[in-house]
């Protein structure tokens, strides 16, 4: 079992940067991936990033290229994302979460998920 707690979330204005956490516990061998969801008010949860904890391989959403950026701390069992020049639709309940198999591309099968932290971007 593996247990994930994100912080980091808040409102911001647009245009800022904001770094979100995720600090995970549990068994090692459950969290060989792990990723970045978020949803949108009345929006399907969609995939955001993703990093194979072992050597740092990362994947990103088409629409998450160029503003944000995943990386992790394998010591601190701990994964950010940081989001550069914030946008309004950006706005989300962000989520960690970590799944057993190494294979980035495929996105639907994590097992394990965070309570989500709430990213406001705002003026």
């Known amino acids: 079992q593996v247990q994930l707690v994100e912080s980091g979330g808040g409102l911001v204005q647009p245009g800022e940067s904001l770094r979100l956490s995720c600090v995970a516990s549990?068994?090692?061998?459950?969290?060989?991936?792990m990723g970045w969801f978020r949803q949108a008010p009345g929006k399907e949860r969609e995939f955001v990033a993703a990093?194979?904890?072992?050597?740092?391989?990362?994947e990103y959403a088409d629409s998450a290229k160029g503003r944000f950026r995943i990386s992790r701390d394998i010591a601190a069992n701990t994964m950010w994302l940081q989001i550069h020049s914030s946008k309004p639709e950006d706005t989300a309940v962000y989520y960690c979460?970590?799944?057993?198999?190494?294979?980035?591309?495929?996105?639907?099968?994590?097992?394990?998920w965070g309570q989500g932290t709430q990213v406001t971007v705002s003026s």
């Open positions: 990093i194979r904890w072992r050597d740092g391989t990362t």
């Open positions: 979460a970590a799944k057993e198999s190494p294979i980035l591309v495929v996105t639907t099968d994590y097992s394990s």
């Open positions: 549990g068994r090692a061998s459950s969290r060989s991936a």
